[in-house]
């Protein structure tokens, strides 16, 4: 089999995968990193995906993977058709550090991008505690309530819980004290 030939095979893949991909994305409702993120914070606080609070790019993503095997295709045919570098030996070599080179670029680009732009207004658990915040449904006793509180400039709610067990009524000025999973406690200031 001609090596031009296996260069040609290895673009039209690669650019097929990618022009599949993007018409199809939609329809499965998927990002473009294969994972479905979920969401629906509903205004509470959440957890999110880790210490940097954003979902990332895989080295071995489909996009990556597509971006290397289009590469080495495109360069492997350019390369295959200079007299200098037409030797497989030669040619191979040379569209492999190229696709490695365009596929990281593409990996450095997308998470750029997702740097930039998963930026949210969800707070960051970890740095409500010691925070005001209102009461806005009574804490009773032994029971849940409702607070509300505002960091960055946004209004959030979540459950709450007394933390000395005493009941708190309704527009009162609370301490967060500490957050178990999605549950806040509070103490009187």
């Known amino acids: 089999m001609d090596l031009f030939l296996v260069y040609l095979i290895c673009f039209g893949v690669g650019l097929l995968f990618t022009l599949a991909s993007a018409l199809m994305s939609h329809d499965f409702g998927h990002d473009v990193t294969g994972h479905d993120t979920g969401g629906g914070a509903d205004g509470h606080a959440e957890a999110g995906f880790g210490s940097h609070d954003m979902p990332g790019f895989a080295a071995l993503s489909p996009t990556t993977i597509a971006s290397f095997v289009t590469a080495f295709g495109g360069f492997g045919m350019i390369l295959s058709k200079i007299e200098a570098t037409q030797s497989p030996w030669l040619s191979a070599p040379i569209a492999s550090l190229g696709g490695f080179a365009i596929a990281a670029s593409v990996l450095w680009l997308f998470r750029a991008v997702f740097r930039k732009t998963q930026g949210s207004s969800e707070s960051r658990v970890a740095t409500l505690v010691g925070m005001s915040a209102s ?23 979540a459950p ?26 509070v103490s009187n200031q």
């Open 135 to 157: 009461v806005i449904t009574p804490i009773t006793a032994e029971g849940v309530g409702e607070i509300a509180y505002v960091q960055s400039g946004t209004r959030y709610s």
């Open 160 to 185: 709450a819980r007394a933390e000395n067990s005493v009941a708190i009524a309704s527009g009162a000025t609370v301490k967060i004290t500490r957050i178990v999973g999605t549950q806040f406690y």
